[in-house]
């Protein structure tokens, strides 16, 4: 029921551009700002804060270091006998970025090193690298690509998580994409398709021993197509389709069944800005996913939006919504099912003291159980811009997962005092 009604709710703003709320700290790609005032908090120049970067033959250099330190009152995420623990964050970065005229090239890297205190099991180090490029080709044409490679982990909040888990699930991920627009006037076309490769790493166990996850390794595939019409300042339809295959590496996985699926969506939505006001992106369609038995098919309504809304010159709100599929090691499910929807806010006290809260709701199903989780996300902080090398944030995050599966509730708090330096 929630999914049909917030469904009607985005077709309603897709369909008359009524104002709304919205999340993101990106700015729409059609987006036009008149002054300083009209940007969202975050986004807004300060040129008195804002890194220079180093500048490197055509390109422009910005590292950045990111250090942390943080009380978590239930590190493993569990209903009973939660074990807390401090733990310290570095997290060093670089983007170069190319400053020609027209066409554009970027490459990226970074790392972030998890050390615990006394759970010294749960220390890891995450890392990721990329480039991406457009070219502009003739009179409205352009090509893009991007390429990228990481080593991340789940979130011990994961329902793909166990109990007898010394640490988290690890995974590569290597992506690639490549695409091409076309648009010699308001209407326009973009095609492309990508793949990635996540290769699970296998997990050691409390009391030895090791959990394979060879079975969750997997290639997905997509292609995609989006038609635009550019009908006015600001305002741009779009009609988007895409078609995806995941094919796992281990043809059965650890429960016997083939993980393996096809899917597609349609979707219908507009990209907008209402003055300054209100600005960004929202769709509404539908989507299928296809498993073989006895794993369950998946359909239904398909909708994301991301919105940010002007409230007054120094205060911005978001909104949020989409619905995700995401896939699950757990036995009988053919696909962990989420519909999110999430409130946020950047409040300018002064101009180098932005104070932030954001509420999230997450609702998962897993289609073939009848297990069902809801996950409530509430936080506030602040952030301090020093000068243009340094600023200083705090933190507060509460999480909790509310489900009807035995034993696997939780609550969660945690704060987090950072400095971040920047060139």
Do not use: C
């Not at 929630?2 to 985005?10: D, I, K, N, P, Q």
């Not at 950045?64 to 401090?86: C, E, H, I, M």
């Not at 326009?188 to 090791?210: E, F």
């Not at 909104?319 to 409040?347: F, H, V």
């Amino acid at each position: 029921m929630a999914r049909v009604t917030f469904g009607l709710v985005l077709a309603g703003i897709v369909f008359t551009g009524g104002a709304a709320f919205g999340q993101d700290n990106s700015a729409p790609s059609n987006a036009v700002y008149a002054s300083d005032e009209d940007y969202p908090v975050m986004l807004r120049p300060r040129p008195e804060f804002d890194a220079k970067g180093i500048p490197f033959g055509g390109f422009r250099l910005f590292p950045t270091l990111a250090l942390s330190g943080s009380y978590d009152d239930n590190v493993l995420r569990a209903q009973t006998g939660a074990l807390s623990d401090y733990f310290f964050t570095e997290a060093p970065a670089i983007r170069l970025q190319s400053q020609w005229a027209e066409d554009s090239l970027e490459f990226y890297g970074g790392a972030s090193n998890y050390n615990y205190l006394t759970l010294t099991q749960e220390n890891l180090v995450d890392w990721n690298a990329g480039a991406d490029s457009r070219i502009v080709v003739g009179d409205g044409g352009s090509i893009f690509g991007a390429a990228s490679a990481a080593q991340l982990h789940e979130l011990l909040a994961s329902p793909n998580t166990v109990g007898f888990q010394k640490s988290p699930n690890r995974y590569f991920q290597y992506h690639g994409e490549a695409g091409a627009t076309f648009q010699p006037n308001r209407f326009g076309l973009t095609a492309g398709g990508s793949a990635d490769n996540y290769i699970y790493q296998d997990t050691a166990l409390n009391g030895g021993g090791v959990l394979n996850n060879k079975d969750r390794s997997y290639d997905e595939y997509q292609g995609y197509g989006k038609a635009f019409y550019d009908f006015s300042p600001g305002y741009s339809a779009f009609l988007r389709g895409s078609y995806d295959t995941r094919q796992f590496t281990v043809h059965l996985d650890r429960t016997g069944v083939d993980r393996s699926s096809n899917g597609y969506r349609a979707d219908g939505g507009i990209d907008l800005q209402i003055s300054r006001l209100v600005s960004g992106e929202v769709y509404i369609g539908y989507l299928k996913q296809d498993f073989t038995a006895p794993l369950k098919n998946v359909s239904g309504l398909d909708y994301n939006a991301k919105l940010d809304w002007l409230a007054t010159p120094l205060l911005t709100v978001h909104l949020t919504g989409a619905r995700t599929l995401t896939p699950t090691t757990l036995a009988g499910a053919s696909i962990e099912d989420d519909e999110s929807y999430g409130l946020a806010a950047d409040y300018e006290v002064l101009r180098n003291l932005i104070f932030q809260g954001h509420a999230k709701f997450v609702d998962s199903s897993y289609p073939g159980l009848t297990r069902h989780d809801q996950s409530p996300d509430l936080g506030v902080g602040a952030k301090y811009l020093i000068n243009e090398y340094l600023s200083a944030d705090i933190a507060y995050d509460y999480t909790q997962r509310g489900t009807n599966s035995p034993g696997l509730k939780f609550k969660d708090n945690t704060v987090t005092i950072g400095l971040n330096l920047q060139d």
